[in-house]
């Protein structure tokens, strides 16, 4: 009897082996999701804005239909706070997400720490095969996966359509272009013609981007924001202000900005897609033809934005990596990026996906897609998100005035060679 | 006569180190033991183990929890200031795995490299007049609302109970509510300031603005607790001196100069040292409303420390310990500096 037990026991062990084998073979992913076998709770922490949260959340919690077992938690963490909320997740370990929503400048700098799982091969496979190359990249870490595209995003010109008709000029094309037409919006509506974010030295890229500079240039590992092009950029940022062209605060920039584009009070801004679905909202903008996009305008040199983005990382640490990355799976999406393309006019990481008609119906898209193509991609270094803290103080007191531009460039420099060691 | 005192004692105590020592040390001992004042030798400590046994006792506990809470931490962050700990080399568990720390002693590298660097000098400026700004305001404000508050009218509890209430709402909630006050664009403040036909003022935008409404706002929050103290020592000032005084013919300002001031010296001197120090540290106030902008304008040496920590990648945590040890020094130095010019002065604690 007791030898017959064992006997079956032995059999079936080899059975379940065997089947487990076949498994691995064929797709481990896929015989879960035919199977329906993950379960369990995957917490996402969201750092989309206000306006656009209520569309994630909806589609994050969607997941369920595809997977009845699995409960998703939907956290937003506002964007300002989450790498250090983040980190301090990741590090303590306890109440920690299982994917987070990370800015393509966090992912290598986490990954860079441990805190990354890598994407699954077969995943990791189809995110170079079929989404755009750029936005693939922000998600490697020394050559290994770690994050998925979710959105790609670069910055533009926003204007007010009818102040700009009123003051009869054209969007401009160049920075000498938009002082002489913020003076025509001056004169014409007593509105100011530029609101130029002065709290976030991201809105300072364009600038520098212009004048044919860089923060840092990762292949020869030298520092280069205090170089010649660098100062230029600086005192753009100071010259837009004091001539008027532009206005600006040095707290509380985003709510300020929005505000002043949604109530007429500023007729352009410079910013990015995930503000097309706020500025909708606002009085200006209830005929959403009113509503019109043009690239950055060029400085000495060119024109240029920055790439920017959001990837969907899994946390290394995370109790249910299989339904993690199920999670991750969907919200990269073909069906979920054409839905937020539609939704929020979020650019999609998915090549096929610009074929889709809802994709190409959004005008938003249709201009986002053509720049981010051109976009200057960033030295995806794991420092590459603390550079901007100090490049913050620095761009804040230049454009204020409390530091001259030659000042400020050279204690930005001063502060990145203290943050990449040994760099030139 | 207060002032001929105080210097001839300080005269002494400079002159002489060793009636220095006997000082300290006769202070150190009145602290673990305010009773054993004459007590020299082993056996007096024995003496007082023995008859406050149960005193003793009842203290343990909280001596064990204060022990584990702040004398940890302590010890831990003075050893990670002599240590290159970062993000990188720290030991940490990612879900099953555990990650050993590789981190190193290197003496007391940081404190050369934080006190070397101009920006601590910059920091330890602007703390000390904020710190002495806020402390003095906040002390006059006070005195000025305890001596109104002090006498006998109509609705006294009510003006009372208003005054206490920014005592009474979260710190972080009047922080946020004043910044949209002070917000350039679209601030109240500003508003009102139009309505009169007077040019909005750049409260956080400009690096002096920005000086003074981070000092207005801890102002705003540190007066009730002054008023409060302060109000309980001119009730505690009996009501015959002022009679005795108004009977001898003295002046509203005579009796406020002779017998007020005097009266509340116990409790301002300790409310001036508490206040000092909790401003010294204010995080929240200057996080939250400027970030220690514009720029770095506002910036105090634990905000400065908080950016070392939390800002940058990978973070480091060496140098934030050694910013925080400074400023722990920093603190204690005043206080027994503070201690030792109110002893001079014939105050006793």
Known sequence: MRRGIAATALVATLALAATACGGDDKDAAGE??????????????????????????????????KHPKVTVKYVNVPYGDAQNKVKNAFSSGSDAPDVIRADVGWVADFASLGYLDEVPAETAKKVDAEFLSQAAASGKYEGKTYAVPQVIDTLG??????????????????????????AAIKEKTGKAGLYLRGDDSYWFLPLIYGE????????????????????????????????????????????NMQTAFKTGQAAMMINGPWAVADSYAGDQFKDKANLGIAAVPAGSVKAGAPQGGHDLAVYAGSKNTAAAHAFVEYMTSQEVQVQSAKELSLLPTRTAAYDQPDVKSSEMVQFFKPAVDKAVERAWIPENGSLFEPLKVEYTKAITGASSPEDAAKAAGVEFRKILKGWK | MAADTSQSVAKAAGDDVETDVAARGRSRRTDSNPTERGGKSASGLRRALATHWYAWAMVAPVVLVLGVIIGWPLVRGIYLSLTDANERNVSRTIGVRHIEATYEFVGLDNYVAVLSDPVFLQRLVWTVVWTVACVSITFTLGLVLANMLNRDFRGRAAYRMALILPWAVPGFVSVFAWRFLFNRDNGILNKILDGGGIA????????????????????????????????????????????????????????????????????????????????????????????????????????????????????DFAGSATWGVLILALLMIFALVYRRSLRKQGEVW
């Open chain 1, 212 to 255: 044919g500079g860089d923060l840092v240039d990762a292949k020869s590992k030298t520092v280069t924001v205090d170089n010649e092009a660098g100062v230029k950029a600086f005192k753009t940022a100071r010259d837009l202000v004091t001539s008027g062209a532009a206005i600006t605060n040095a707290t509380d920039g985003w709510n």
């Open chain 2, 200 to 315: 909005a003022i750049p409260w956080l935008d400009d690096p002096t603005w920005a000086k003074f409404s981070v000092v207005a706002v801890n102002v705003w929050l540190g007066v009730p607790f002054m008023m409060v103290a302060l109000l309980g020592g001119l009730q505690s000032i009996p009501g015959e001196l002022y009679e005795a005084a108004e009977m001898d013919g003295a002046s509203a300002w005579q009796r406020f100069r002779h017998i007020t001031l005097p009266g509340l010296r116990a409790v301002s001197m300790t409310v001036i040292l508490l206040s000092t120090i909790w401003t010294f540290n204010m995080f929240p106030v200057i996080f939250l409303l400027t970030r220690g902008g514009p720029g770095d304008s506002t910036e105090i040496l634990v905000t400065q420390a908080f950016r070392e920590a939390f800002v940058s990648s990978p973070r």
């Open chain 1, 157 to 182: 010109l926003f204007y007010n359509k009818k102040m700009l008709a009123d003051a009869g000029v054209q969007p401009p094309k160049t920075l000498e272009e938009l002082k002489t037409a913020a």
């Open chain 1, 32 to 65: 879960a999701k035919a199977g329906g076998e993950l379960s369990g709770t995957v917490t996402w922490w969201d750092t989309s804005n206000d306006a656009e949260k209520a569309s994630f959340q909806k589609l994050a919690e969607a997941f369920t239909a």
